[in-house]
């Protein structure tokens, strides 16, 4: 998710998305750490699109 959509979402919005992130990320890892993934680049992105849902969310709330 790009910088500039996540801008332009709400607060629940990206509380939302944060979860469903944070949950992918998870199933992600755990199936990972049981099988290779063929593309293991998702799981950085993953992660970096979790600290920009978290930076804005932080940025919102101030």
Do not use: C, G
């Not at 469903?20 to 063929?38: C, G, W, Y």
Request: charged fraction near 30%; avoid cysteine; proline fraction near 3%.
């Amino acid at each position: 998710m790009k910088q500039a959509d996540i801008k332009n979402l709400s607060v629940e919005d990206i509380q939302n998305k944060l979860a469903e992130v944070k949950a992918d990320f998870n199933k992600l890892k755990l199936s990972h750490s049981i099988s290779p993934l063929e593309n293991p680049i998702q799981i950085k992105d993953l992660r970096r699109t979790i600290a920009r849902l978290q930076t804005e969310l932080t940025t919102k709330q101030q």
